[in-house]
Each structure stands twice: as structure tokens, then as C-alpha cells.
């Protein structure tokens, strides 16, 4: 898994509770992504970082926020959980951009009640 | 939106058959990668292929791309039960620069 680790790598919460997910990743790469994947959907761009507190909106990110305040840790933030962010939670690396390779995470397992 | 579509969902052959997957795509690329994912894990990059390349092998792997057809396949040859996996395409827009995933093959394996 490229020395990315995401936690937690199960959850079961109820809708309106926060939610925060953590990447973390061991080599100083400067790029990360949360994506989302559902059936039917594949996986969609949440949010991406391209270096310490520089991050952008993807192509889903109504509900989430995310910050990054080191290198190497890459938050998720679900304010106020409903249940159609029930979803598993993938977080990626790209090395640099002179690829195009993107490294995934584990995933987390999030179940919104 | 989709940018990458799979066919077919899936697909279920004997160990020792030829597994081949496709991916159609809507607009103009930069390049064209392959994942796999195991049940339960994050997706594995295999392969990328660039908008100007039109056939690239990897071991057992090789694909091609068709840019005037906007479509790519995956071709696994003598496949294995450990290939068993989904597997998706993810395309580069050469206009917004996005990485736009597909929905994924299903690949079952039987030994």
C-alpha cells in the first residue's frame, strides 16, 4: 500500500455526528485524494491536498471538508453525517507530477446509521 | 460524470482462458491507466498507456488504445485464480485534467 495508512479502517455512526477520517502517509508526497467508492459508481473525487494546507474541491465534496496541516496526514471531516455517506473511503498519493500513478490506502469502511 | 465505462461488469472464465475487459471513453485523453482491486483493499495501478501509444504489455498484461474510437482494452492471457479482482480503467482528461475512474470489471477466476 505505498506506506499509506488510513484509520479508521471500520466505522459505524449515527447521522448528525461528526466524522473524521485520517490518511497517513510516510514518504513526503506532495499530492493526496479522498475518494468515495459506491456500487454503480466507481470512484469519485472528494478532495484533493497538493502540498500543506493547499487543498481543492473534487467532484462530490458537498458535506465533506478537509485539511492538511502536515505532510504526511491528510484529514476528512464529515460535519454531520447522513446515510448517503455511507460509502468506503479511499485515500491515494501521486508520487509527483511527472506521473500520473496515484497509490491507494487500505480503505475505511464508514456505515452511517 | 463517467468519464470511463467497463464492459462487461463481469466476467467469469476458467483458470488458463483469456480475461478481456473494456473501457469506452467520452472525450479527449492524455493518457489511460488500469487498476486492480482485491475484495476488501485499495486499487493496485498496473498499467498506463499514453494518448500517443496504441499497445503496451506488462507480463501477462497487455493493452490497447484506440484514441479515434476513444476505447481501451485489458487482455490478461492465461489467467489465474489469483486474478480474480475488479478491475477499472481511469482516464486523464486532456481538457479539465482530471483522473476520472470507470465502474469496474468484475473478473472471476475458477480453478
Known amino acids: 500500500d505505498a506506506g499509506i495508512t488510513q484509520s479508521p479502517r471500520h466505522k459505524v455512526t449515527e447521522t448528525g455526528t461528526p466524522v473524521t477520517l485520517r490518511c497517513h502517509q510516510t514518504?513526503?508526497?506532495?499530492?493526496m485524494y479522498w475518494y468515495r467508492q459506491d456500487p454503480g459508481h466507481g470512484l469519485r473525487l472528494i478532495h484533493y491536498s497538493y502540498g500543506v494546507k493547499d487543498t481543492d474541491k473534487g467532484e462530490v465534496s458537498d458535506g465533506y471538508s478537509v485539511s492538511r496541516s502536515k505532510t504526511e496526514d491528510f484529514l476528512l471531516t464529515l460535519e454531520s453525517a447522513t446515510s448517503s455517506q455511507t460509502s468506503v473511503y479511499f485515500c491515494?498519493?501521486?508520487?509527483?507530477?511527472?506521473?500520473?500513478?496515484?497509490?491507494f490506502g487500505p480503505g475505511t469502511r464508514l456505515t452511517v446509521l | 460524470s463517467q468519464q470511463g465505462e467497463e464492459d462487461p461488469q463481469a466476467l467469469s472464465i476458467q483458470e488458463g482462458e483469456n480475461a478481456t475487459m473494456n473501457c469506452s471513453y467520452k472525450?479527449?485523453?492524455?493518457?489511460l491507466q488500469w487498476y486492480r482491486q482485491n475484495s476488501g483493499r485499495g486499487l493496485v495501478h498496473l498499467i498506463l498507456?499514453?494518448?500517443?501509444?496504441r499497445e503496451k504489455h506488462s507480463g501477462r498484461l497487455r493493452v490497447t488504445l484506440d484514441t479515434s474510437k476513444k476505447s481501451s482494452s485489458l487482455l490478461i492471457t492465461a489467467s489465474r485464480a489469483a486474478d480474480t479482482a475488479s478491475y477499472f480503467c481511469a482516464t486523464r482528461s486532456s481538457n479539465t485534467g482530471k483522473l476520472i475512474f470507470g465502474q469496474g470489471t468484475t473478473l472471476q477466476v475458477k480453478p
Open positions: 491515494a498519493i501521486r508520487p509527483g507530477l511527472r506521473t500520473d500513478t496515484q497509490y
Open positions: 514518504e513526503n508526497h506532495r499530492y
Open positions: 498507456i499514453r494518448s500517443n501509444e
Open positions: 472525450t479527449s485523453i492524455n493518457n
